[in-house]
């Protein structure tokens, strides 16, 4: 009985603090490129993150603001009347069996909404020539992402 206890105990400790081997986070300062139909949105230093699930970029100037003008992060403010003061790239890269799909936040929104899919690696980069849209897989585009260790 004691032994059970003693596992029970084990089992809610990891359930409680998360405990997951496969979701260590490894965070790198990088140079990432996105272009999206020839159009270059990103090429200059990013914050970079990855785990089991994906990747994260960041350019970290987009600058969300609150009416008085302060940072959207420091004040409280509702979201409807957040406003963008500086634009920036961030987005996502969700892989799933050797295939990808980006969402990224057009280079203004305070969400990352513009999603495709069907991206593949080469290398440091993920690319698809003609990835659907996920909301409307008629429209598709040229999408490159990478990223390089610096």
């Not at 990103?42 to 603001?65: E, K, P, T, Y």
């Amino acid at each position: 009985m004691q032994r059970f206890a003693a596992m029970l105990t084990i089992a809610l400790l990891f359930a409680f603090t998360g405990f997951n081997a496969h979701a260590e986070t490894r965070t790198i300062n990088a140079k990432c490129s996105l272009k999206i139909d020839g159009v270059t949105h990103m090429n200059s230093q990013c914050h970079f993150s990855s785990d089991a699930r994906g990747d994260s970029f960041d350019d970290l100037r987009l600058m969300i603001v609150c009416p008085n003008g302060r940072s959207a992060e420091t004040t409280n403010c509702y979201g409807y009347e957040q406003r963008t003061a500086r634009n920036g790239v961030f987005g996502y890269l969700f892989r799933s069996g050797g295939v990808a799909q980006l969402c990224w936040n057009g280079g203004n929104y305070r969400k990352a909404q513009e999603c495709y899919e069907g991206l593949r690696r080469t290398g440091a980069c993920w690319a698809n020539s003609h990835a659907p849209s996920t909301d409307n897989p008629k429209q598709t585009r040229n999408i490159e992402l990478c990223a390089w260790r610096i």
